[in-house]
């Protein structure tokens, strides 16, 4: 595996990626470099800079990963990226602590005049009366997102003793009530704040969301912090309010562009400007980069990362129960997908017994990738199996049923096409995968890689023989077998582990043998 890292992250990070992969740190990449580059890359590590577009994302054939070394995604083309079957991950808890204290520094900063008072004293002037200040304590803090970053800067206010109030709704009474926060409507949190402090993404509905109209509603002594997101806040509107002295002040961490050395804000003395110093702590940079770094080793074991954004999230504890399955998953749907004929068009999964009590999403994705392995040009994973699944008008049923008679676990994957159905069954046992039922035959194989030679025929003596005779003489060895009959001399299922596969022309030559209906030559 290789992988690509084109902005600085942490040595703890990168020293994880190499005790797995072949890591190339090359920073200050333009797009059109990276591009020409991206397609021998398994994974690409980048931080706020980096622009991830669509044609970027395209070029990356090999890509399995892209992951953000911080807080969002706005700079990746997700929705790109999970067409591709590409996993999108972030570290979005990696920063929270940073970015918090952040906010309160700034808010604090702007409350005593802080960065003005050291720069007239550095100056050779002293100007302590121009610098009165005001006190937090009792004041009342409006929170515009209670997420990750807002609850810490939420439990840091609380002991400087503040009010708090919020605006998010997508947070519940009960998650507020637990942090001592009111939650409010925008517009109650306007009039009411002494500080505001904003924790939003920046999204359709949250570009802008204080301008103008906002700025009109808010007391002539607001502070307004921004650590979130460039965007946020209409710049020329805060410069024009912070100018004509209707809000008090304003500190700005984020710019709609980066990095910036001109901006309208840098106009007023009375807003503190920072070069997007969120998560710039030792201690946040460390985790962040671990925190990728962990995931895309995840990514290329084929396991479900922590925080990947555009695939739902899977606890440790079921992963731990749903990785073996989830081999076992790919693996029966490798081996429909081989022995169905016709066009298919539907797709029926059922779980039965302790599998069935679990989140089963991880399961169906990997069915589909197994299915659509060598017949689909997109990667078929937990990003985009429903995607792949839909794009090819592809049905797709799943069923669980707590009994299962003679197994703890069972999966069973039903594909119907234009001329009929094929069934393939399987659980796992002491952590392997097997193979217990095909169509309508119970049997037992370890499905352990290489090649399996699949004969239905009608049960009669000396066809084994035979068989046996046409591989020995193709000198292809035949490292185990297993017979399945429904009756006596009736129809029945050979299946031959073979060490290489076995030539078309010997396929024919069984094929042509009496009694033998189906020949199949299967790579699991």
């Known amino acids: 595996m290789k992988v690509l890292v084109t902005e600085p992250i942490s040595n703890e990070g990168l020293d994880i990626l190499r005790n797995h992969a072949e890591v190339d740190v090359r920073l200050g990449l333009k797009p059109e470099e990276i591009m020409s580059i991206i397609g021998d890359y398994e994974a690409l590590v980048v ?19 892209v992951a953000r070394a911080g807080v969002g995604t706005d700079n990746i083309d997700v929705e790109e990226a999970t067409q591709r079957g590409i996993v999108v991950i972030n570290a979005p808890t990696g920063n929270t602590i940073s970015a918090a204290a ?33 006190e937090v304590k009792d004041k009342t803090l409006g929170i515009m997102g209670l997420g990750n970053v807002g609850s810490e800067v939420a439990k840091r206010a609380r002991g400087l003793q503040m009010k708090l109030i919020a605006y998010d709704p997508f947070i519940s009474v009960e998650h507020a009530k637990k942090l001592q926060v009111e939650l409010v409507s925008l517009e109650q949190l306007l009039k009411e704040a002494d500080f505001i402090t904003l ?7 949250t570009g802008r969301i204080i301008g103008a109209k906002e700025l009109a509603k808010v007391k002539p002594t607001v502070r307004i912090i921004n650590c979130a997101r460039g965007g946020l ?36 003395d009375n807003i503190i400007v920072t070069p997007h110093l969120g998560a710039s702590t030792t201690e946040a940079q460390a985790t962040a980069a671990k925190d990728v770094a962990e995931q895309i080793v995840d990514v290329f074991k084929g396991q479900p990362a922590r925080y990947a954004v555009n695939a739902p999230f899977i606890s440790a504890e079921t992963l731990s129960v749903l990785a073996p399955f989830m081999k076992l998953a790919s693996t029966i749907g490798k081996l429909v997908s081989q022995l169905a004929e016709g066009q298919m068009n539907a797709i029926q999964i059922k779980y039965n017994g302790e599998i069935s009590n679990y989140d089963t999403n991880a399961l169906k994705a990997a069915v589909l990738g197994g299915l659509l392995e060598e017949v689909s040009e997109e990667r078929v994973n937990l990003v985009n199996a429903n995607v792949v699944a839909a794009q090819r008008g592809l049905t797709v049923v799943e069923q669980k049923e707590a009994i299962c008679e003679n197994y703890a676990s069972l999966i069973t994957v039903e594909v119907t096409t234009s001329t009929g159905t094929t069934t ?46 046409i591989t020995g003489d193709a000198d292809i060895n035949i490292s185990y077998m297993h017979l399945s009959r429904l009756k006596l001399r009736g129809q029945a299922l050979m299946i031959l582990a073979l060490d290489e596969p076995l030539p078309e ?20």
């Open 47 to 65: 931080r706020s800079q980096t622009q991830v577009s669509a044609k970027v994302v395209a070029a990356g054939k090999k890509l399995q990963v």
């Open 102 to 134: 952040h906010a309160i520094a700034l808010m604090l900063s702007l409350a005593r005049n802080i960065p003005q008072a050291n720069a007239v004293l550095k100056s050779g002037v002293w100007r302590r009366s121009d610098f009165m200040g005001t």
């Open 505 to 524: 022309e010997q396929c024919q030559q069984i094929l042509s043998l009496s009694d033998v209906h189906t020949v199949k030559l299967v790579k699991l």
């Open 233 to 268: 806040i209409d710049e020329r509107a805060l410069t024009k309010a912070v100018k004509e002295g209707r809000i008090a002040g304003a500190a700005i961490d984020v710019f709609p562009t980066e990095p910036t050395t001109e901006s309208v804000l840098f106009e007023s």
């Open 424 to 469: 393939g069954t399987g659980t796992v046992m002491r952590g392997e995968s097997h193979i217990v039922r095909v169509d309508n035959y119970w049997l037992d194989i370890v499905p352990t890689g290489g090649y399996f030679l699949f004969s239905d025929h009608r049960d009669c003596p000396g066809l084994i023989g035979a068989v046996g005779k």
């Open 199 to 205: 924790h939003l993404p920046l999204t359709a509905s």
